[in-house]
């Protein structure tokens, strides 16, 4: 029979064995607990940087939004003053008291007959001796300032320079926005 010193080596290496295979189980489940750990902070990491570099961009979109608006309320405010004194000084000018006189005596071949010319508020004492040369007095004054009004019964024909003044604005304005979106596609 087995003695029992060589019973309890046997059951001593059995159990050392069986220790030191769960020892390089635990250590390897260690080890690839600690490298999914790894991996799952390299992924957070990750995230975190895409997650911070859409932050960045949706900040510099913002800003870029935010210039943009502030750029285009500049240029209308720069085309408008722009546009108001171009057209004062065109006021001021010889050339409006032509414009306006071209401007009556195409009424007068489109209106044909008689009738009542109707000046704007700023426009009467030009107005009054244009329409002195053709023989015609004006009648009154219109409701805008700038231009003058023809009436015949229910026929009229207006002249009404501010909003042609407007239009031309908004039109120059519109040719504008084309070309700096023109430019800015060709970056």
């Not at 501010?162 to 970056?187: A, C, P, Q, S, T």
């Amino acid at each position: 029979m087995e003695s029992i010193r060589s019973i309890i080596e046997r059951e001593k290496n059995m159990a050392l064995e069986t220790l030191s295979r769960a020892l390089d189980d635990s250590l390897k489940i260690i080890e690839d607990k600690k490298n999914e750990a790894f991996k799952e902070g390299q992924k957070i990491i990750e995230e975190a940087k895409k997650s911070s570099e859409k932050e960045r961009l949706i900040r510099t979109s913002q800003q870029e939004l935010e210039g943009k608006r502030i750029l285009s309320t500049k240029e209308d405010e720069l085309l408008e003053k722009l546009i108001s004194e171009a057209y004062k000084e065109f006021l001021e000018s010889d050339n409006y008291g032509i414009i306006l006189e071209k401007m009556f005596s195409k009424g007068l071949k489109d209106m044909g007959g008689s009738f009542e010319v109707y000046a704007g508020k700023l426009d009467q004492e030009k107005l009054t001796m244009i329409a002195r040369k053709y023989g015609i007095e004006v009648s009154g004054v219109t409701d805008f300032e700038r231009g003058f009004s023809f009436k015949k019964g229910d026929e009229s024909i207006t002249y009404d320079l501010d909003r042609m003044l407007n239009d031309i604005k908004r039109e120059l304005k519109r040719m504008i926005i084309n070309k700096v979106n023109e430019i800015e596609n060709k970056r």
